[in-house]
Nanobody, 120 residues
Framework: QVQLVESGGGLVHAGGSLRLSCAAS????????MGWYRQYVGKQRELVAS???????NYPDSVKGRFTISRDNAKNTVYLQMNSLKPEDTAVYYC??????????????WGQGTHVTVSS
């Protein structure tokens, strides 16, 4: 059984910073791409940042230059450093990881979500 456990959400003023963490645990052979998504009320989840196993990153224009994704492969953990936060960054943030658990194909796993609220 694999679990992704997130931490680090909360309330911050506009212009402030938060750091999210997500640790994967369980029967893990390897982890491919890890990422962060966010979901606004009534909307679909959207990609915030992703990082491959060799460290290549991807960001949408809405967060580029403000958010930084990183990972610690030894700890099976991915981080999201969020700077210069804006009220429109308010959402539930979800961690995602493509994990090889020894089966024929890797599976997609999701964290439970963490709330980020940015006040104006």
């Amino acid at each position: 059984q694999v679990q992704l456990v997130e931490s680090g959400g909360g309330l911050v003023h506009a212009g402030g910073s938060l750091r999210l963490s997500c640790a994967a645990s369980g029967s893990i052979f390897s982890i491919n791409t890890m990422g962060w998504y966010r979901q606004y009320v009534g909307k679909q989840r959207e990609l915030v940042a992703s990082i491959t196993s060799d460290g290549s990153t991807n960001y949408p224009d809405s967060v580029k230059g403000r958010f930084t994704i990183s990972r610690d492969n030894a700890k099976n953990t991915v981080y999201l450093q969020m700077n210069s936060l804006k009220p429109e960054d308010t959402a539930v943030y979800y961690c995602n990881a493509e994990i090889d658990v020894g089966g024929p194909v890797p599976y997609d796993y999701w964290g439970q979500g963490t709330h980020v609220t940015v006040s104006s």
